[in-house]
Nanobody, 127 residues
Framework: VRLVESGGGSVQTGGSLRLSCTVT????????MGWFRRPPGKEREWVATIDNYEVIAYKFSVEGRFTISRDNAKNTLYLQMDSLRPEDTAMYYCAADFFPSDNDLPPNCFEYEYHNWGQGTQVTVSS
C-alpha cells in the first residue's frame, strides 16, 4: 500500500486548504483511514478518521472547521480545512489500513495503530 499526500501550503489565519491522499496497492474495501499531524516540537496527533461505513471522528479542536471525505472511485482521501488557525501549523500525514472483512475492523479508527503512512505535507498558517 502506498499513500501520497498533496495540497499543503502556507495560508493566513482564516484561510482554507484541501489536502489529498492518493492510495495505491490496496486490495480490500474495508478500511480505516485518517489524517494525523505533527506540530513543531510536539508529538503526532490524530485529526480525523473515516471507515468504509463513513463513521467519522474529529479531534475536538478541528470539529466544525475540517471535513474528512473519501472518493472511492479515485482511491483518494481528502481533508478540507477551513478557518485555519496558527495552531493548525504542522506536518500532516495520511494513514490507512485495509482489512479482509468487516469483522476485522478495529473498534474505532482514531485509536488504531496504522501500518501504512504517507510522507507528509506541510501546512503553515500565519497570523
Amino acid at each position: 500500500v502506498r499513500l501520497v499526500e498533496s495540497g499543503g501550503g502556507s495560508v493566513q489565519t482564516g484561510g482554507s486548504l484541501r489536502l489529498s491522499c492518493t492510495v495505491t496497492g490496496n486490495s480490500y474495501s474495508t478500511y480505516c483511514m485518517g489524517w494525523f499531524r505533527r506540530p513543531p516540537g510536539k508529538e503526532r496527533e490524530w485529526v480525523a478518521t473515516i471507515d468504509n461505513y463513513e463513521v467519522i471522528a474529529y479531534k475536538f479542536s478541528v470539529e466544525g472547521r475540517f471535513t474528512i471525505s473519501r472518493d472511492n472511485a479515485k482511491n483518494t482521501l481528502y481533508l478540507q480545512m477551513d478557518s485555519l488557525r496558527p495552531e493548525d501549523t504542522a506536518m500532516y500525514y495520511c494513514a490507512a489500513d485495509f482489512f479482509p472483512s468487516d469483522n476485522d475492523l478495529p473498534p474505532n479508527c482514531f485509536e488504531y495503530e496504522y501500518h501504512n503512512w504517507g510522507q507528509g505535507t506541510q501546512v503553515t498558517v500565519s497570523s
